[in-house]
C-alpha cells in the first residue's frame, strides 16, 4: 500500500479558487501516472485531471481552462490548482497514482464545496 496524503480542500465562494496537495511516499517516478478524481453527491466517480511520469497532462472538458495540474519540485507532490470554482465542482476529490502494472492507489479523499 502506498500511502497518499491529500489536503487543501474547503469550503469556497463561487469564483474563487482553491489549491490541492497530494504527497506521496514514494517518487512520482515510481508511477506511471498520477492524478485526480472527483466524485460529486450521488454521482460516480469521474477524472479531472491526470500528469503522467513524462509530464504529460489530461484534462476533464469541464475543468479545462480552470484547473492546471502539476508536479511538486520534490517530485513526490501533485497540485492541483482550481480557479474559476463552480458549484458543479463540489465533490469529494481522490488522489490517485497509477503503476506501470496498472495498479491503481488512492488517497482517502478531501471535501470541496463552492456556495453559489
Known amino acids: 500500500q502506498v500511502p497518499l496524503v491529500e489536503s487543501g480542500g474547503g469550503l469556497v465562494q463561487a469564483g474563487g479558487s482553491l489549491r490541492l496537495s497530494c504527497a506521496a511516499s514514494?517518487?512520482?517516478?515510481?508511477?506511471?501516472?498520477m492524478g485526480w478524481y472527483r466524485q460529486p453527491p450521488g454521482k460516480q466517480r469521474e477524472l479531472v485531471a491526470s500528469?503522467?511520469?513524462?509530464?504529460?497532462?489530461n484534462y476533464a472538458d469541464s475543468v479545462k481552462g480552470r484547473f492546471t495540474i502539476s508536479r511538486g519540485n520534490a517530485k513526490n507532490t501533485v497540485y492541483l490548482q482550481m480557479n474559476s470554482l463552480k458549484p458543479e465542482d463540489t465533490a469529494v476529490y481522490y488522489c490517485?497514482?497509477?503503476?506501470?502494472?496498472?495498479?491503481?492507489?488512492w488517497g482517502q479523499g478531501t471535501q470541496v464545496t463552492v456556495s453559489s
Open positions: 500528469i503522467t511520469s513524462g509530464g504529460s497532462t
Open positions: 490517485n497514482a497509477v503503476r506501470i502494472s496498472f495498479i491503481n492507489y
Open positions: 514514494e517518487s512520482m517516478f515510481s508511477f506511471s501516472s
